[in-house]
C-alpha cells in the first residue's frame, strides 16, 4: 500500500497549506491552476528499489494504473491502496512508458525498448503483442504513448528516428502514418504524449516544446494557440484529457502542471522545481480522471502526487 509523504489542504485558491501530519507547510505561490488538496504518494518497494513512476492512466472506476521503471503494471484504489502488480514479460534492456486502458477492457502497454505493443487483460494476463524494430507499417523503435478513439482505433507515438505516429485499427492493423524527424509543422522530436479528442490527435512534441494538432486521418492543423499566443512549455511529456475538454500537460522540464483550453491559451500552472510539496523533479507522466483528479509521476523525487481541484 502507498503510503502518503504529506497531506495539504490548500483552502486559498492561489495555493496556502496546511499539512495533514500536523505541521505547517506552504507550496510555491504563483500557480493560478486552483488546487484544493495535494498529496505526495511514495511508491512501494521493489526488492531494495524504490522505483520511480512513468506512465498513467485511469479506469473509470476511479483506479490507477502506474508504470515504473522497475518494469512492473501496478493497479491502485482512490486511497492508494495496492490492488494488483505484475512485471512486463520482459524489462532487463528497458522498461515501458506509456499506457493505455482500451475501451474493450484491454490494457494497451508501450513496451518500449523491446518495440512492441503489449496487451494484457485486467489480471495482468498477456492477451497479445504486436510489433517489431523498423521503420515500416506496424514496426517501432521507441514507443512513447498510446491513445484510443471514440471508434476503437488507436494511435502510437515512437521515436529514436522514426519520431512519428501510427494509427492501428482494434484488431492491430496499420491504417496510416504521419509524421517525421524535424522541427517544421508536422514533424517531431521525441513525441511523447497523446490525446485524441472530437476527431483531433494532440501530441506532445517534447524537445520542439510545442503541442501539436492533426486530424486523425494525420493531417496537420495547427501548433497549439499558434504562432503569436503558443503556451509558453519546457520539455512536454505527456498530455491528458480532463472532464471539462481541456487538455493537461506535464513539463519534464518545466517541473509543472499546465492547464489548456483546446484553443491553446493556458488556464493555469502548478508547480515548480524541487523536493518539497508543490514541488517536481523531471515529472514524466499524468493522469486526470472524470471528476478533474490530477496525479503526476513525480519521476525524480520517485513518487506519486495527488492533485485534487
Known amino acids: ?23 505547517d507547510a506552504s507550496v510555491p505561490v504563483g500557480s493560478m491552476l486552483n488546487v484544493e488538496q495535494v498529496r505526495n504518494w511514495s511508491m512501494p518497494a521493489a526488492g531494495a528499489k524504490i522505483p520511480a513512476p512513468r506512465g498513467l492512466a485511469f479506469d473509470s472506476n476511479g483506479d490507477l494504473f502506474v508504470l515504473d521503471d522497475a518494469g512492473r503494471v501496478l493497479v491502485f484504489d482512490a486511497d492508494g491502496k495496492v490492488l494488483q502488480q505484475w512485471f512486463m514479460p520482459d524489462y532487463d534492456i528497458g522498461k515501458p512508458e506509456g499506457i493505455c ?17 503489449v496487451f494484457f487483460d485486467r489480471g495482468g494476463k498477456v492477451l497479445s503483442m504486436h510489433g517489431e524494430y523498423g521503420s515500416g507499417p506496424g514496426q517501432f523503435v521507441y514507443l512513447s504513448a498510446i491513445t484510443q478513439d471514440s471508434s476503437g482505433n488507436y494511435y502510437v507515438c515512437e521515436y529514436g528516428g522514426n519520431d512519428r505516429i501510427q494509427k492501428f485499427d482494434v484488431s492491430g492493423k496499420c491504417l496510416a502514418s504521419f509524421g517525421g524527424f524535424g522541427t517544421d509543422d508536422g514533424q517531431f522530436q521525441r513525441p511523447m504524449g497523446i490525446v485524441w479528442n472530437d476527431g483531433l490527435i494532440y501530441v506532445a512534441d517534447a524537445i520542439n516544446n510545442r503541442i501539436q ?28 484529457g480532463g472532464p471539462d475538454g481541456d487538455v493537461f500537460a506535464i513539463e519534464y522540464g518545466g517541473n509543472r502542471v499546465t492547464r489548456l483550453n483546446l484553443q491553446g491559451h493556458t488556464l493555469g500552472t502548478f508547480g515548480s522545481t524541487g523536493h518539497g510539496v508543490g514541488e517536481f523533479s523531471t515529472p514524466w507522466g499524468l493522469a486526470v480522471d472524470s471528476n478533474g483528479r490530477i496525479v503526476v509521476a513525480d519521476t525524480g523525487n520517485r513518487r506519486l502526487v495527488e492533485l485534487q481541484r
Do not use: K, W
Not at 497531506?7 to 496546511?18: D, E, G, K, N, R
Not at 494538432?213 to 491528458?240: K, S
Open 1 to 23: 500500500m502507498l503510503r502518503p509523504e504529506s497531506h495539504l489542504s490548500l483552502l486559498v485558491a492561489m495555493i496556502a497549506a496546511v499539512a495533514f501530519s500536523g505541521c
Open 101 to 117: 486502458l482500451f475501451q474493450d477492457g484491454r490494457i494497451g502497454i508501450a513496451d518500449t525498448h523491446y518495440h512492441r505493443v
Open 213 to 240: 494538432v492533426f486530424r486523425d486521418n494525420g493531417r496537420f492543423v495547427r501548433i497549439l494557440g499558434g504562432e503569436v499566443d503558443a503556451p509558453r512549455l519546457h520539455y512536454p511529456y505527456d498530455l491528458a
